[in-house]
């Protein structure tokens, strides 16, 4: 319920500060005197947008703050979706600075507009003479059956269900189109890959190619070279290795008289192993030197075939090459099993489609069973307001799966007897749908756990016997729940267990609006004035009295 509320700075209000009680509170006032004003602010901390021209200084910000008893544990699941901190006495508010911008905030923790709109509408249903034109709205006449069928939990479970069906269709949709896509380049991919997959491709063997390439095309240049090294190294006169031979001979039995002779007698017979080695490494690769026109030709060929496919797929490297014979072989296998896929996930919403029908099906039987009650119950509502005659038809019709269900509701009324029920719209005066409304709600409050409802003037069009009945209904409501009615007629005031009076100030050449909760013998002046006029008499007074009980 909402306890307090407090708005800073809007309209017509500097400050205010309002305390509500539980039951049914009451809120009377001349017109123009600020009784709209109030609910637009409150408005603003249940996600309405907002105009900086409502502010009462310019020169300042606007803050509207409500303070709500949360004796709902339903609630807190949404606070925890939200990731805001739950608490039974939880508070909102709007702040508007002067250049327009707004700020929301939940329990001190800054939030968006959508989702003070998502909680604030947990919180509070305001019901105006002008919002009877949602009974139209197919979704609310759908609502009112559902609020009497007790099957929340199956149709949570549907528009989970239906939700996925969606996201699947899709999903398997898109497969469908990128298989489509995929299969168009399908024979071109395939070609490609195997051009790629018979070249046979290794890492590294370009390199190699052009490496041996290139010994081929200087193989006489090589071998000559060869030779003639190794022809110094081994066999002129002299040779590197008689030459370092005779220099061994030289030091060899002086070395024992010198430690320093020593060691360079025993590096230069280390560098003779050496040179031996090399001489023999010079002649065994002249020996395989060799000219081979036909490997010239072997490897010129495998090097076209490596460049003219790099060009074709211009990349510079069989490496490149070879991660796109890789991605190609990933393409061709992805489009295998994107088949499998699609087979797997068209199977799964044909069995999603016969599971939600069964749902739809279990939710069309009990909708079917709480039409009947809605009927029966909001007839019974009418006639207590004076509409003794007045008739709620539903019908049910069967259409495609939607997001609740194959059943589409329509809601006729018909307010005089011998009148067939028609569309609300068409056969409805002001009057008979603030009063049809009015049951309708009576009927949801019943079922649903809204905590508080506010009635905004919809006892337009009515008054005398039918008003004192229309509050007797509305008094009836505030026994479940917090119901907070602004009023013209004293019947409905009368019925109230608080009653807020809302007057206008002037002072210092400004009007500012004020509000005051009464008491007993300020009802009773304030109901004879709405009774009879200012200044009433004796019998005004005395039938205000007799309202009051």
């Avoid at 004003?37 to 910000?61: C, H, P, V």
């Avoid at 249903?125 to 609020?147: M, P, R, W, Y």
């Avoid at 290139?214 to 002129?236: D, F, M, P, V, Y």
């Avoid at 056969?427 to 809204?450: C, D, N, P, Y």
């Amino acid at each position: 319920m909402l306890q307090k509320l407090s708005i800073r700075n809007y309209a017509l209000i500097d400050s205010l500060d309002i305390e509500f009680d539980k039951g049914l509170n009451i809120i009377t006032g001349e017109t123009g005197a600020g009784k709209s004003i109030i609910l637009g602010a409150l408005s603003l901390i249940l996600g309405q947008r907002a105009e900086s021209k409502y502010f009462f200084n310019q020169d300042k910000k606007c803050v509207i703050e409500g303070v709500f008893a949360l004796a709902d544990e339903h609630l807190r699941e949404i606070f925890e979706e939200n990731d805001l901190d739950f608490s039974n006495e939880s508070i909102l508010r709007r702040e508007i600075s002067i250049d327009g911008k707004t700020r929301s905030f939940i329990n001190d923790t800054p939030v968006n507009l959508s989702i003070l709109k998502q909680i604030g509408e947990k919180l509070i249903d305001i019901h105006s003479q002008h919002a009877t034109q949602e009974i139209n709205d197919t979704d609310f006449q759908l609502l009112i059956v559902d609020s009497l069928a007790n099957h929340k939990a199956l149709l949570f479970e549907y528009r989970n269900g239906f939700k996925k069906l969606k996201q699947d269709s899709s999903r398997l949709k898109k497969l469908i189109s990128d298989a489509d896509e995929a299969r168009s380049k399908q024979d071109y991919e395939q070609f490609l890959f195997n051009e790629l997959e018979q070249a046979n491709l290794k890492e590294g063997e370009q390199e190699d190619l052009e490496l041996e390439l290139e010994k081929l095309t200087h193989a006489e240049t090589i071998k000559r070279a060869l030779l003639n090294s190794g022809a110094l190294l081994n066999e002129s006169e002299p040779s590197a290795m008689q030459i370092l031979k005779e220099a061994q001979l030289q030091l060899q039995g002086i070395e024992k008289f010198d430690p320093a002779i020593n060691i360079l007698f025993e590096r230069l017979k280390s560098s003779i192993i050496e040179i031996k080695d090399i001489a023999d490494e010079v002649s065994s690769l002249e020996e395989n030197t060799v000219h081979s026109a036909d490997r010239l030709d072997i490897i010129n060929h495998r090097l076209d075939l490596f460049y003219s496919l790099q060009q074709k797929h211009r990349v510079s490297n069989n490496n490149e090459l070879l991660a796109i014979q890789s991605q190609l072989e990933n393409n061709l296998n992805q489009l295998l099993s994107s088949d499998e896929n699609i087979e797997k996930l068209q199977k799964e919403i044909e069995q999603l489609k016969i599971d939600l029908t069964k749902q739809a099906t279990q939710l069309s039987l009990n909708r079917k069973k709480a039409i009947k009650t809605v009927e029966n119950q909001t007839s019974d509502t009418l006639k207590k307001v004076g509409m003794p005659s007045a008739k709620l038809a539903l019908t049910q019709q069967q259409a495609e799966l939607g997001k609740d269900g194959r059943d589409e509701i329509n809601l006729l009324f018909s307010a005089n007897a011998g009148q067939a029920p028609a569309p609300v719209n068409k056969v409805a005066s002001g009057g008979e749908l603030s009063r049809l409304m009015l049951a309708i709600k009576a009927l949801l409050a019943q079922h649903t756990s809204l905590p508080t409802i506010i009635f905004d003037e919809i006892d337009t069009g009515i008054s005398g016997e039918t008003a004192l009945k229309v509050g007797e209904v509305i008094s009836a409501l505030g026994g479940n729940m917090q119901v907070i009615s602004i009023t013209h007629l004293p019947q409905i005031a009368a019925k109230g267990k608080s009653h807020y009076f809302v007057h206008k100030n002037e002072a210092g050449g400004k009007t500012t609006t004020g509000i005051r909760k009464l008491k007993q013998e300020e009802r009773v002046a304030v109901i004879a004035e709405m009774l009879s006029g200012k200044n009433p008499g004796a019998s005004a007074i005395e039938n205000a009295k007799e309202l009051l009980g």
